[in-house]
């Protein structure tokens, strides 16, 4: 029964403004009668009959605020078309919000032409702006919905990007592990010349993993991705890309597999987690499998390294 006179309960609109000592309130409703208002020191209860958005009928409303305010210095006045409020805070300083709640009803919206207030020292107004910088921007952006906006776009950058290393990866280890199963050992050879195309794309684009953290698009700091995708970038441009001789060798079969199994765990992971889903059977694969792959990743690229060195020796013995 509570829920269904919650349902039915009809509210005003309400436009919230605020200085750094008073918070206004304008309620939108005309030729009030029998109104009903509380004001104590953390709320205020309105209950009046008037003309509204649902035309002439009873509306009430219910605010908690967010600090409480003196109920002996504030006051309100009726007009034929509206009911403002004057409330002086216990504390003057500005509320980040409104309520108490950090759910805001669809009837509260912000009294933008407010958000100004005049200094009795000065002759020109002065913008709060000047002394809360962000406050405004902040609030705003909750009740324009920019806010909730940005953090959708940031999800569908995330997917995207996820899904893209994941089909990438997953190609690759499809392309190799085919052509094995066609070839056998002969097709260790022309693994790179198969995938290398597909690698470097992989690998470009993972370099924005740097900057995610740094935008705020992942938690965590910027040094793991700087280290882990700088890595692998050295090996795979420097010294598999930059030399022919080393992209034949059966190690190039292997690393590139190893990689890319990594990578077809981890990326579906944070694909999924974007919109908190967990599936259990992938979140253990992602905290397990790398026990054994990242380890054996690190061997072959020392084997890389280790060939590329070796190279190096015998080009300086050729030429002196």
Known sequence: ????????????FVYWAQTEGEVSLRVELRNVK???????????????????????????????????????KSKYRFSDRQIDFSLHKLEPKFWPRLLLSSQKPAWLKIDFEKWQHE???????????????????KIQA??????????????????LYNLWQFVGFLYIVIVILTRYSKSGKDSMEGTYEAVSWMMKLCFMTQFL????????YTKGSVLEPLMQVSGRGIVFFCLIVAEERMQTKPVIFYL??????????????????????????????????????????IVLEGVVMLRSILTLKKLRNLLY
């Not at 029964?1 to 005003?12: A, G, N, Q, V």
């Not at 909750?142 to 997917?159: C, H, I």
Request: no cysteine; charged share 25%; glycine share 6%.
């Open 1 to 12: 029964m509570h829920i269904m006179e919650e349902k039915l309960k009809l509210s005003p």
């Open 209 to 216: 993993e740097i900057f995610h953290p740094l935008l705020g």
């Open 142 to 159: 909750e009740e324009l919905g920019w806010a909730s906006k940005r953090e959708s776009m940031k999800k569908v950058y995330l997917f």
């Open 34 to 72: 029998a109104p009903q208002i509380e004001i104590e020191g953390d709320s205020l209860h309105f209950s009046a009959i008037g003309v509204g958005a649902k035309g002439e009928t009873n509306y009430e409303f219910d605010l908690n605020f967010y600090l409480p305010v003196d109920t002996e």
């Open 119 to 137: 200094d009795d020292l000065e002759d020109e107004a002065r913008d709060i702006m000047d002394d809360y910088p962000g406050l405004y921007e």
């Open 256 to 297: 590139f597999l190893v990689w890319s199994f990594i990578e077809v765990i981890r990326y579906p992971y944070y694909l999924l987690r974007v919109y908190d889903i967990e599936i259990g059977l992938l979140t253990w694969l992602r905290y397990s499998i790398w026990m054994p792959l990242y380890p054996l990743g």
